[in-house]
């Protein structure tokens, strides 16, 4: 039996006096204790079901009490709530010698565009959430984040590095039309003359045209376009509420044609499910304009891997075992291999192939090294004006 859920739009709470950051429960947590059980495909979600929260040491389980549900009671849709994160900062660091950045800024947690892959969704975990179904309904945008910009690029000790907008989760997903968290973030760095780099598959991106453009003239931001495949139909199951594939490739034809520098990301790559497209993909986005081009092989970390399984299974019963088989044979005989160096391309001969064919395409395709992108200018930095720096503090 499947368990009914309440209907409504979208929720928006006021912030708590606490946040994310002092250690103790979420307070967060408490509006959103109702969680979904069992498993089931859901229209627009890419998870089929909550796995369990591995911090947590008890588990809820559904159960059939014996009571006749209608079909009218049965959940055909979650509605999706969301809360303010007061965060005390707002620029992350990180010495991974792997990912090519050393700070990063990531405006949401939780995204809607229901990935089933995504490589954050552990991180749910760490609010007392699901990294399953929770990570896709239930999100946290940060409100304050130019304010806390703003004082953080002020401080005299403040050393100007490149950062990564939008890493953990997509900087321009639904939620930003009406928020706009990401472009306040974007205005302050192009006001500051901050470099950027970004990687989004959402076309939301080119509402910020202007802002793009304005730092693309002094060499201050690269944009990558991912995109994990051109079949739509298996779009819509992997990554459900993304850009079309061919709403990607007319952004990076928007964005190479107004002066920005993009390149096109091929993420994740999923053995015996989308490797087939690389090549594709590589062409399709060198003539819509891609200048530089990487992938990363399927990460699948902590609850992912269970939840891909699952996800597998429901939509291609008839391939999961080859899909995993060559999955495995490509991370030491594991689901997921974390360590630095081989996490983002895995190991073993069909990791090789893989290498082999992406070097020979980008190399016809005339595509330059996606690492290079972080390369940008940090000679023309200049902090926030004073007085705006204290007015964020409140002074």
């Excluded at 990935?115 to 991180?123: D, E, H, L, S």
């Excluded at 975990?125 to 690029?153: H, I, Q, W």
């Excluded at 690389?278 to 092989?297: D, Q, R």
């Excluded at 016809?364 to 902090?383: E, N, S, V």
Aim: aromatic share 8%; hydrophobic share 35%; glycine share 6%.
């Amino acid at each position: 039996m499947r368990q009914a859920l309440w209907a409504a739009p979208i929720q928006y709470s006021p912030a708590p006096t606490t946040g994310f950051t002092t250690g103790s429960p979420s307070p967060y947590h408490e509006p959103m204790t109702r969680r979904f059980l069992g498993s089931q495909s859901l229209k627009g979600r890419g998870a089929l079901s909550n796995p369990h929260v591995r911090f947590e040491s008890t588990s809820v389980e559904k159960t059939d009490d014996g009571w006749y549900q209608s079909e009218e009671e049965l959940t055909t849709r979650l509605p999706q709530t969301v809360l303010p994160d007061r965060a005390k900062s707002v620029i992350a660091t990180n010495n991974s010698p792997d990912v090519g950045f050393e700070q990063s800024i990531n405006p949401y947690r939780g995204c809607s565009h229901g990935c089933v892959y995504c490589f954050a969704r552990p991180t749910h975990a760490y609010l007392g959430l699901s990294p399953g179904l929770d990570f896709e309904t239930k999100l946290f945008y940060k409100e304050n984040a130019v304010e806390l910009l703003r004082a953080e690029l002020a401080k005299p000790n403040y050393v100007c590095k490149s950062i990564a907008l939008g890493i953990n989760t997509d900087g321009w997903q639904p939620l930003e039309r009406e928020l706009e968290v990401t472009r306040g973030i974007l205005q302050v760095l192009a006001e500051c003359r901050h470099p950027v780099t970004i990687v989004t598959k959402s076309a939301l991106i080119v509402r910020d045209l202007d802002l793009l453009q304005d730092l693309a003239r002094d060499q201050l931001v690269s944009v990558m376009i991912s995109i994990t495949s051109l079949d739509s139909d298996l779009k819509r199951k992997l990554e459900p509420q993304t850009a079309s594939p061919q709403a990607r490739l007319k952004v990076i034809e928007h964005l190479s044609a107004a002066g920005v520098p993009v390149g096109v990301l091929v993420a994740p790559v999923i053995p015996a499910l989308t490797d087939h497209d690389m090549e594709s993909i590589l062409e399709a986005a060198k003539a819509a304009g891609a200048t530089s081009a990487g992938y990363v092989l399927l990460r699948l970390p902590h609850e992912v891997k269970d939840l891909f399984r699952e996800w597998l299974a429901e939509h291609y019963p008839d391939r999961a075992a080859h899909v995993m088989s060559l999955i495995n044979q490509s991370r030491g005989g594991k689901d997921y291999q974390a360590e630095f160096g081989t996490r983002m391309v895995g190991t073993g001969v069909f990791a090789q192939l893989l290498r082999t064919r992406f070097n020979i395409a980008k190399r016809k395709y005339g595509l330059g090294q996606a690492d290079d992108r972080h390369d940008l200018r940090t000679d023309l930095f200049r902090p926030p004006a004073a007085n705006q720096a204290q007015m964020t503090l409140g002074f």
